[in-house]
C-alpha cells in the first residue's frame, strides 16, 4: 500500500501562484510515476501533469509554459508549481502515484481561483 498526503492548496487571484505538494509514504518502488490530476465541478478528471522516476514530464496542454512538475526521489515527494493561474484551473487537485500497474490517490486539495 501507499499512502499520499497533499498540501499547497487554497486560494488566489487570477495570475497568482500556487505550489502544490505530495509526499509518499509505504511500498514505495523505485520504478514509479507520479503526479497530478484535477477535478472541476461537473468535469470529468483530468490528467495535468506527470513525471516518471526517471524525471520525463507530461503536462496537459491547458497548463504548459505556466505549470512545472518537479520531484525529490529522496524524499519520495512531487510538487506542482502554478503560475499565472486562471479561474478555470480551479478544481480538486489529486496527486496519484503509479507503479506495477497499482494506481494510489490522494485525498485531493482543493484550488480556487478568483478572477
Known amino acids: 500500500q501507499v499512502q499520499l498526503v497533499e498540501s499547497g492548496g487554497g486560494l488566489v487571484q487570477a495570475g497568482g501562484s500556487l505550489r502544490l505538494s505530495c509526499a509518499a509514504s509505504g511500498s514505495i518502488f523505485s520504478m514509479n510515476v507520479m503526479g497530478w490530476y484535477r477535478q472541476a465541478p461537473g468535469k470529468v478528471r483530468e490528467s495535468v501533469a506527470t513525471?516518471?522516476?526517471?524525471?520525463?514530464?507530461n503536462y496537459a496542454d491547458s497548463v504548459k509554459g505556466r505549470f512545472t512538475i518537479s520531484r525529490d526521489n529522496a524524499k519520495n515527494t512531487v510538487y506542482l508549481q502554478m503560475n499565472s493561474l486562471k479561474p478555470e484551473d480551479t478544481a480538486v487537485y489529486y496527486c496519484?502515484?503509479?507503479?506495477?500497474?497499482?494506481?494510489?490517490w490522494g485525498q485531493g486539495t482543493q484550488v480556487t481561483v478568483s478572477s
Open positions: 513525471i516518471t522516476s526517471g524525471g520525463s514530464t
Open positions: 496519484i502515484y503509479r507503479a506495477r500497474g497499482n494506481d494510489y
